[in-house]
């Protein structure tokens, strides 16, 4: 059964930082591409961050130099270290595993205040 299961999310003022965290089971984690997503209330889901199986990594323009992906393959986790939020960072953030079948966890929320 895959599961990916979310962490790390919370309430925290804006210049703060938390760390999102993604553990997967139940498929090949090393060969997947993992990334994070987010959506915002009332917006379309959208990409935040990705990191290959090789650890390329992929950022949106919105987050790069703030936030930094990463994985542990002997964990089967990946994070997403977030830094100077700002309130427009606040939604819901959903880590997927990207591959042969794509799979998404059930999402944290962030919220980010003044």
């Known amino acids: 059964q895959v599961q990916l299961v979310e962490s790390g999310g919370g309430l925290v003022q804006a210049g703060g930082s938390l760390k999102l965290s993604c553990a997967a089971s139940?498929?090949?984690?090393?060969?997947?591409?993992m990334a994070w997503y987010r959506q915002a209330p009332g917006k379309e889901r959208e990409f935040v961050a990705g990191?290959?199986?090789?650890?390329?990594?992929h950022y949106a323009p919105s987050v790069k130099g703030r936030f930094t992906i990463s994985r542990d393959n002997t964990k089967n986790t990946v994070y997403l270290q977030m830094n100077s939020l700002k309130v427009e960072d606040t939604g819901v953030y959903y880590c997927?595993?990207?591959?042969?079948?794509?799979?998404w966890g059930q999402g944290t929320q962030v919220c980010v205040s003044f």
């Open positions: 997927a595993g990207i591959g042969r079948v794509d799979y």
């Open positions: 139940g498929f090949s984690f090393s060969t997947y591409k």
């Open positions: 990191i290959w199986s090789d650890l390329t990594t």
